[in-house]
């Protein structure tokens, strides 16, 4: 079963996320430092990390953002029932 290490950072619009990134690509802040500015997630408390996970566990419209998200890269911003998020993939695991 192909499993996803994920960390990410939850804002509450495109132009945050949007902004948020590029100061990410500039390296004007790291992606810790952004969660624990910048994220309304929970997952703050944890740098943002979700931890790993499988297919099928979360909402779909966020897992699917954050398998098809880059890895070892900041993603590009997208939008789930939750928000806007910023996804930074660890690691990804194969079938």
Known sequence: MPLIHA???L???LKKAARLKTRLDQQDLSFEQAVERYSDCPSKAHAGDLGWFAPG???AKFEQAAWHAP???ISEPCETEFGWHLF???EKTNP
Do not use: N, T, Y
């Open 71 to 73: 890895l070892r890269q």
């Open 11 to 13: 804002v509450s619009s």
């Open 57 to 59: 566990v979360l909402p």
């Open 88 to 90: 930074w993939i660890h």
């Open 7 to 9: 960390s990410h950072i």
